[in-house]
C-alpha cells in the first residue's frame, strides 16, 4: 500500500484528487493507496444526509469560514477541518464485504487511540469509534467498481466548538470528543500520522506500506499548507 500525505487542503481539491486515484486503481495502475491529510474547515453531507442538520445559516458559515459539500459518501453530515487526521484508502476490496472492511477501519482507528494511550472502542448499532459515549473518528465510505473512495476521519486536535454548527453524523444524544481533549495535551499530527500509516496497513492486511508523495504519482493537488 502506498502512503500519500497531503498536507492541509481545501475539500473539492481533495475529493478530485481521490476520483483520480480511484480510476488509476481500477485500471491497475496504482496498487491500494491511502491519501492522508488535513481539511479546510468544512461540513460533508453524505448521500442520505438533510440539509437541516447543518444548523447555521449561510452568514453564519462564512463568518466563520466554513464551506458545506454534498458527497457521495455514505452517512449523514460531518466536520473536517484543521487537527483533524482525515484517511482516504483507495482500496481494491477482495469481497463485497462493506461491513466488514468499515470494522477494519474502526480496529485501525481504535489501535491508532491506544498508540497515544487512549482506550477507544465502538457501540453496537453506531459507526465509528468512541471514547466512552464521545465520538473520536468518524467512517464513511463510498464503493464503485469495488474500489473505495472516502475514509475515516480522526479528532486529533481538532476546534471541537465547530460541531457545534451541526448534528454530528445525525446522532443528537451523544457528543464528540479529541485525542487532545482526552490527554490533555496537543499531539504532533507527525506522529499519529505515523501512526495510522501503520495500523491501517496492518488492518488491511497491506504486506507493507510505502511513503509517497502526490509528486511521486505525477499527481497535482491545490495545497495551502504542508
Request: charged share 25%; with cysteine; net charge negative.
Amino acid at each position: 500500500m502506498l502512503a500519500v500525505w497531503v498536507g492541509r487542503v481545501p475539500y473539492r481539491p481533495a475529493f478530485e484528487l481521490q476520483q483520480i486515484v480511484a480510476q488509476l486503481r481500477a485500471e491497475e495502475k496504482l496498487p491500494d493507496t491511502m491519501l492522508l491529510l488535513e481539511h479546510d474547515p468544512v461540513y460533508t453531507l453524505g448521500r442520505r444526509a438533510p440539509v437541516e442538520e447543518i444548523l447555521l445559516d449561510d452568514t453564519a458559515l462564512a463568518e466563520r469560514g466554513i464551506e458545506v459539500e454534498r458527497t457521495d459518501r455514505g452517512g449523514r453530515v460531518t466536520y473536517h477541518g484543521p487537527g483533524q487526521l482525515v484517511g482516504y484508502p483507495i482500496v481494491r476490496l477482495a469481497t463485497a464485504d462493506l461491513v466488514g472492511y468499515v470494522r477494519s477501519i474502526e480496529r485501525a482507528l481504535i489501535a491508532v487511540c491506544a498508540d497515544f494511550g487512549v482506550d477507544a472502542g465502538t457501540i453496537d448499532g453506531l459507526t465509528g469509534v468512541w471514547s466512552g459515549d464521545r465520538k473520536l473518528g468518524a467512517i464513511g465510505i463510498h464503493v464503485s467498481r469495488g474500489i473505495t473512495t472516502h475514509g475515516f476521519a480522526l479528532n486529533v486536535n481538532t476546534d471541537l466548538s465547530m460541531f457545534n454548527g451541526i448534528v454530528p453524523c445525525g446522532i443528537v444524544d451523544r457528543g464528540v470528543t479529541s485525542l487532545e481533549e482526552i490527554t490533555g495535551a496537543a499531539l504532533a499530527m507527525d506522529d499519529v500520522v505515523r501512526s495510522a500509516k501503520r495500523r491501517v496497513g496492518e488492518a488491511l492486511g497491506a504486506f507493507r506500506v510505502v511513503d509517497a508523495s502526490a509528486g511521486d504519482l505525477g499527481l497535482e493537488v491545490g495545497r495551502v499548507g504542508s
